[in-house]
């Protein structure tokens, strides 16, 4: 009765398709004691089937997971493969860059002295500029005593008061007020112009007296008294006079700067004075003659003055100009060099990406259990069943386990028979080292060449999902089935390479004629070459140096191209005592005088030259 009851329900149920009800949605981790949480796992996936409709097999739903297997994997290898390519850009980017850097920072370390060079020059002119101004502005003060003289005719009416101040005129008279307003005036109209300062309001100073009073009647006996006096005028003088109003009253105030004029004047009034004449042609030539002489010689010495501030202005102005060509080209050049830093700073920065993705992988797949026991051939035998995977969505078969797989199916409720599988499953172990093969590229420290690394794996974590729980009958056989996800997380213990960008470089100075190292250098020496050590990949230069003197002979027959390589030879076998490997000395060799660090003559400049320069590069 019984039997014909289970092969009623076997009828019902064989072959029947359950879809998945969703319970088991998130990923659970492997414990090495969860038989208790196995149980509680089945009787809710067992209510959440039979909610939904039963035990069979599950084909649609295996496919389901199946794609998301094969996507994921894909999906990793694919971002892999494109974080490599952006890698291998990156690298590229940085060849070239370091190429560039290592260009530009040679012109900037030519430039740089150069610029600063300039900057020294510029400030020399403009001291020169400024002691011109300043000579300048003392030869402008000095004009304060420089003046022009012209020659005042005063004709008055003779009158009584005029008769007794005749004897001892002085020049605060009223009289030689108004006249050396007239004077400052004419002399302003005539000289001005041609002055290359302008005037100011002057002052005036009355320097002789013809020492005769020349008179005589007009038509209506009315007696005129002639006064001539040479007036001293100060043109560059900022003086105000009380009372130099330029009129006369009553009086009339001519002035004269040539012979002729004045000549012509005297027939005019009709004075005959062959004293006067005499007198007057010669002090006006003399006037003319120191007129001329004093404005050729002002007008000459602040042409002088221009000149020599014009010549350095356009020598500073043209200074300037290359000052800031050479300014922009070293920003140019700084700009230059970040940029190719920027490369290696996104080289380094791809790289860590890549790394990130390649050191952590995730694996998934499906593993199918069957276990089957037959009702009629039961034996004591057909009472256990083994537990045997298919593994679905992995390129490998190599599970193992420390335990016995085979599992009582006779005599056993579902739940536990159940609980057993998922717990015997979850004993099994994937190797890891028989998974296919991951390479990956990374660029050699020169950034030349790729080496691709096989990556190799550690298990970091292991998690699974029950899927769905199966039971056919078909006959007297009954099979009991378990679907199971299984994800692996991997964790690759292979490290990058680390790349150097920067260029160890270092200087030792030596005394006059001298290429033997001192304690002190060697031991500084071996300080400076940690850097080189701390990058053996980089191959070293080694060049010596002298100042700029002449030394025809040392020793016997050394020159300064021979002094340059002794003391690049010293510094060669004190790197090789400091530890660096002989082999990584690419060059050693001698520029002599040709190249100074420093240029000039003085002392500073000589001990700075006597040099021997060292440095690493990665890009050789």
């Known amino acids: 009765m019984t039997r014909g009851i289970q092969a009623l329900f076997s009828i019902l149920i064989i072959f029947q398709l359950w879809s998945f009800s969703g319970f088991a949605q998130e990923w659970l981790p492997v414990s090495k004691d969860g038989s208790k949480s196995y149980r509680h796992l089945v009787e809710q996936q067992m209510l959440s089937q039979v909610n939904a409709s039963g035990f069979g097999v599950a084909p649609q739903l295996e496919e389901e997971w199946l794609n998301r297997v094969v996507s994921a994997g894909q999906e990793w290898t694919r971002n892999l493969r494109e974080l490599e390519r952006e890698y291998r850009r990156a690298v590229a980017s940085a060849r070239k860059a370091r190429l560039t850097i290592r260009a530009r920072k040679a012109v900037l370390e030519q430039l740089q002295p150069y610029h600063a060079s300039l900057l020294e020059e510029i400030d020399r002119y403009r001291d020169q500029i400024a002691r011109i101004e300043e000579e300048k ?23 009584s008061d005029l008769v007794q101040k005749l004897p001892a005129l002085v020049q605060d008279d009223t ?28 002052r005036f100073q009355v320097n002789f007296l013809y020492p005769e009073n020349i008179s005589r009647l007009n038509k209506d006996i009315s007696e005129f008294v002639y006064l001539f006096a040479r007036i001293d005028v100060f043109p560059y003088v900022e003086q105000q006079q009380a009372g130099l109003s330029g009129t006369l009253d009553g009086q009339e105030a001519l002035t004269f700067f040539d012979a002729d004029a004045l000549l012509a004047y005297l027939q005019q009034e009709q004075i005959k004075d062959n004293r006067l004449e005499a007198w007057a042609q010669g002090e006006l030539s003399s006037l003319a003659v120191h007129n001329d002489q004093v404005l050729k010689a002002f007008n000459n010495a602040l042409s002088h003055y221009e000149h020599l501030k014009s010549g350095f202005g356009e020598d500073l102005a043209k200074l300037g100009q290359e000052e800031q ?21 996104k080289m380094d920065d791809v790289l860590t990406n890549y790394a990130a993705h390649f050191r952590s992988k995730k694996v998934m797949w499906l593993e199918r259990f069957l276990m089957a026991e037959d009702g009629v051939l039961r034996t004591d035998s057909s009472k256990i069943g083994e537990l045997q995977p298919v593994l679905l969505g992995l390129r490998s078969n190599a599970l193992t386990s420390d335990t016995s797989q085979a599992i009582q199916l006779i005599g056993r409720p579902l739940v536990s028979v159940y609980s057993e599988m998922v717990d015997r499953s979850n004993q099994l172990k994937l190797e890891v080292n028989n998974l296919p093969e991951t390479l990956v590229y990374f660029a050699q420290p020169n950034l030349k060449d790729f080496e691709l690394v096989k990556l190799k794996w550690g298990v970091k974590g292991h998690h699974y999902q029950l899927l769905h729980l199966s039971r056919r009958v078909a006959g007297s056989q009954t099979q009991f089935g378990l679907l199971v996800a299984r994800k692996l997380e991997l964790q690759s213990t292979t490290t990058p390479p680390q790349y150097n960008h920067d260029t160890c470089a270092f200087t030792v100075l030596f005394s006059p004629k001298r290429f033997k190292l001192t304690k002190a250098a060697k031991q500084a020496i071996k300080q400076s070459a940690q850097c080189m050590k701390d990058n053996p990949g980089q191959f070293i230069h080694v060049i010596g140096h002298t100042d700029r003197r002449i030394f025809s002979k040392y020793g016997k027959q050394d020159n300064n191209a021979k002094l340059g390589l002794r003391r690049a030879l010293s510094v060669m076998d004190a790197l090789v005592e400091a530890g660096i490997d002989p082999d990584r000395i690419a060059t050693v060799s001698s520029k002599g005088s040709s190249e100074p660090a420093v240029l000039g003559m003085d002392r500073s400049a000589h001990r700075a030259n006597r040099r021997v320069e060292v440095y690493s590069d990665p890009t050789l």
Do not use: M
């Open 137 to 159: 502005q003392k030869f402008l003060e000095s004009l304060t005593s420089t003046s022009f003289s012209v020659l005042v005719v005063i004709r008055s009416q003779l009158t």
């Open 175 to 202: 009289l030689f007020k108004n006249s050396g307003g007239i004077a400052i005036s004419a002399v302003s109209e005539r000289y001005s112009t041609r002055s290359s300062f302008p005037f100011k309001s002057g």
């Open 325 to 345: 060509q050479v300014q922009q080209d070293i920003g140019n050049l700084r700009k230059e060099i970040e940029q190719g830093d920027i490369a290696f700073q």
